[in-house]
């Protein structure tokens, strides 16, 4: 109708929701892993930055792009195997300074198991 205006707080939760369309919450974590490229076989340790059930922030070393396949093995220190996952890169932003880069990595599909096994370890580091 003409005359009405969308308040500020819709607008910032449309653009907010155009921006980020995660369904699980991210935690912010530090793990290590080994990450490797089938496409070309090359192998690489990262750190998480955060994770959630489908979805891993990593820093990394540079070279990988956007669209890539990515196999990926998170070292839980559970005393279990690493939790491995398949994903792509989402998207990537040099870390200024270093040969690193961030990258979101979009994985295959959810894995809460190993989301459990990562919220007992962080509790668990948290109540030390």
């Given at each position: 109708m003409p005359g009405?205006?969308?308040s500020p707080?819709?607008?910032?939760?449309?653009e907010s929701a155009t921006l980020d369309r995660r369904i699980f919450a991210r935690l912010p974590i530090k793990l290590s892993a080994r990450i490797l490229n089938p496409l070309n076989g090359s192998e690489s340790d990262a750190e998480t930055v955060d994770i959630s059930a489908n979805g891993v922030g990593l820093q990394m070393p540079r070279g990988v792009s956007s669209g890539t396949p990515l196999?990926?093995?998170?070292?839980?220190?559970?005393?279990?195997?690493?939790?491995?996952?398949?994903?792509?890169?989402?998207?990537?932003?040099?870390?200024?300074?270093?040969?690193?880069?961030?990258a979101g990595i979009a994985l295959e599909r959810a894995?809460?198991?190993?989301?459990?096994?990562?919220?007992?370890?962080?509790?668990?580091?948290?109540?030390?």
């Open positions: 009405l205006k969308t707080s819709i607008k910032r939760r449309q196999e990926l093995w998170l070292r839980i220190p559970d005393m279990h195997e690493p939790l491995y996952s398949r994903g792509e890169v989402v998207w990537t932003q040099p870390v200024a300074g270093y040969p690193l880069q961030r894995h809460l198991m190993g989301l459990a096994r990562i919220l007992w370890i962080q509790r668990n580091q948290n109540s030390n």
